[in-house]
């Protein structure tokens, strides 16, 4: 059975950092492109981030770059989101996703090329 776990949101002050995890299992991780996304009140779910599946690419939403990394460790079916400097405006839930080809999307981060989700993790940028 096919399963993303994610952990690791709560609540921080802006300029603050956490570090999402999201275990894979259910399939070869190794085969598949992962991402994150996340969803505010009100406002549709967007991508933040892809990684293929050798590490060798990695690509981000405007919005984050310079602040997340995204990695992963195929030996522990693991992928990562390091969030640096965090604001207000980066609070959501946050999923972790798979897509069933070893690289990114070429023209950009969005739903329908990722077929697997995970329940999501709270992210809350507060003061």
């Known amino acids: 059975q096919l399963q993303l776990v994610e952990s690791g949101g709560g609540l921080v002050q802006p300029g603050g950092s956490l570090r999402l995890s999201c275990v894979v299992s259910?399939?070869?991780?190794?085969?598949?492109?992962m991402g994150w996304f996340r969803q505010a009140p009100g406002k549709e779910r967007e991508g933040v981030s892809c990684i293929s599946t050798d590490s060798g690419t990695t690509n981000y939403a405007d919005s984050v770059k310079g602040r997340f990394t995204i990695s992963r460790d195929n030996a522990k079916n693991m992928v990562y989101l390091q969030m640096n400097s965090l604001k207000p405006e980066d609070t959501a839930v946050y999923y972790c996703?798979?897509?069933?080809?070893?690289?990114?999307?070429?023209?950009?981060?969005?739903?329908?090329?990722?077929?697997?989700w995970g329940q999501g993790t709270q992210v809350t940028v507060s003061s």
């Open positions: 259910g399939f070869r991780f190794d085969y598949y492109a």
């Open positions: 996703a798979a897509r069933g080809f070893e690289g990114c999307p070429n023209d950009g981060i969005k739903n329908p090329y990722f077929g697997a």
